[in-house]
């Protein structure tokens, strides 16, 4: 069995003439934690979308968990990966816990109480330290609630992959440390692949490898 989560090879991608990403080569293995850095406007969200088959790419070849990707033409999203935006995308009139079970919900798996994803939502709150903020409805929670509830939202249908983009782009330094340190546990503790999108050093530094993209290539750093 391969040790690769994703395989990337000379992936590219433009918009009309601006080319973004070209020849875009990652192996990606599982278990592990990769941080992909960069200026913004440098296409971090959109080689993110990219290996999440939220987006298009124009040539070259992509693998997810050994199969052959593309966007539109897979069923890996949701079950196979979950996304964590820097915006939350959390719906603010459902409650913290139907947060949490959208994923289920859209999957048409069963979420009536004690059933195991629903139980696996209760306990991923817990995870997030949100147990007694489980009812209130998403526009109650501050920001560092509600990028901890998306993180449990992520990983309700237990996927091999967590693609997260800024995730504490728009937090405080003290809620964004605490996010950090979460995203790196729950990936260790879950034995899952992370890969973050990140401008920030602190982040990158916890994880087990840093990849900078620069004028649409993307090198390995190494500290």
Known sequence: MDVFAIKAKKLKKSFDDFVVL????????????IAIMGESGEGKTTLLHILGTLDSFDEGDLEILDQKAAFSKNN?????????????NLLEDLTLLDNVLMPAYI?????????????????????????????????????????RAAIARALVLDPDIILADEPSGNLDFKNSQNIHQLLINFQKKHQ?????????????????KTYLLKDGGITQLIF
């Open 22 to 33: 070209k020849d875009i080569n990652l192996e990606i293995e599982k278990n592990r934690s």
């Open 76 to 88: 890996f999203l949701g079950e196979k990966i979950g996304f964590i935006f820097q915006s939350y």
């Open 107 to 147: 999957a048409r798996k069963n979420i009536k109480k004690n059933s195991p994803i629903y139980q696996r939502a209760l306990n991923l709150i817990k995870d997030v330290g949100l147990t007694s903020k489980v009812d209130l409805f998403a526009k109650n929670l501050s920001g560092g609630e509600m990028q």
């Open 192 to 208: 899952k692949c992370l890969i973050v999108a990140t401008h920030d050093k602190n982040l990158a530094s916890l994880c087990d």
